[in-house]
């Protein structure tokens, strides 16, 4: 029994050495502007048409940055934390159309005028919101694995959606890790993207509390059959995450300008089609 745990309490202390290293990497390429909403953290590098890649729950600037790391010699990525995430501020009044002013703040430090923006999983309902009110500062909209708003409201109001408290930490992170296969498709290792849970706590708890039932609880808000911007949707089949199919299919048949690629599997993490989506993004933003 000795053994066991000492064995358990050496792979934990592994895990967390290695996530810590690799947010690390990532932190020393990180910048902070000051905006009206508090400081926002980003990574900005690459070349060519700029991309504001917005990460989602559980994530920050090292995730937005890693979603397009491959992409820096084709475009500029510009990845923040959203409200609440690494080196990003929680304002008192935080919400969504509050963190699309605070994209556009950003976009102003940086002397852009317009970007695409590339939303993965809870990013999208503030990318969805930016797309509705700020087209003039949206180039193209790319939904990858991305959250959608419901078809029409519940019938009961959802309260919160995301992990409570009590698992925003490490060693809770470590202890359920097994189970992340078949509670959301994807391999355990992924953990090592999301250590250290401190540094995105408060973003998770918001996430879960407003951004990813908004969309839900208040669909007629982000009605994207309204969007004029080009819109870009990248979905697969088995995302046991992000909404059913049948719910994506539908908002792309009512999007004004849209282009929908579905793949058979590859989970949330899309990781089976990596080529083939950089090409359709060059293509898209060509």
């Known amino acids: 029994m000795a053994l066991s745990l000492f064995s358990s309490c050496a792979t934990f202390v592994s895990v967390t050495k290695e996530a810590n290293l690799r947010f ?3 932190q020393e390429k990180s910048k902070s502007v000051q905006t009206s909403y508090g400081k ?4 900005d590098e690459g070349e060519g048409p700029a991309i504001l890649s917005i990460h989602g729950i559980c994530g ?3 995730q937005g940055f890693e979603t397009l790391e491959k992409e820096t010699k084709n475009f500029r990525i510009i990845a923040p934390s959203r409200f609440g995430y690494p080196g990003t501020d929680l304002p008192e009044n935080a919400g969504i159309e509050t963190q699309c002013e605070a994209y556009c703040q950003l976009l102003d430090s940086l002397n852009l005028d317009k970007v695409y923006l590339l939303a993965t999983s809870a990013g999208g309902t503030s990318a969805i919101k930016m797309a509705l009110i700020h087209p003039e500062r949206v180039s193209g909209l790319i939904l990858y694995s991305s959250g959608y708003p419901a078809l029409e409201p519940p019938k009961k ?4 959606a995301g992990p ?3 698992f ?3 060693f809770a992170m470590w202890l359920i890790s097994p189970l ?3 509670i959301m498709g994807m391999p355990k290792s992924v953990l090592k993207t999301i250590i250290p849970m401190k540094n995105r706590k408060a973003g998770i708890l918001f996430d879960g509390k407003l951004t990813n039932t908004d969309a839900v609880n208040n669909p007629q808000n982000y009605d994207m059959s309204k969007i004029t911007v080009p819109v870009l949707i990248f979905h697969t089949k088995d995302d046991k995450l ?3 199919l049948d719910t994506v299919e539908q908002w792309s048949k009512k999007i004004p300008q849209c282009q929908i690629h579905i793949f058979e599997n590859g989970g949330h993490l899309m990781e089976n089609d990596g080529d083939f989506i950089s090409e359709c993004l060059r293509e898209f933003v060509k």
């Open 164 to 166: 409570p408290a009590p």
């Open 180 to 182: 992340f296969k078949s």
């Open 40 to 43: 926002i953290t980003f990574i």
């Open 157 to 160: 109001t959802v309260k919160f």
């Open 168 to 170: 925003c930490n490490d």
């Open 60 to 62: 920050g600037y090292d």
């Open 242 to 244: 992000a909404n059913n």
């Open 24 to 26: 690390n990497t990532y």
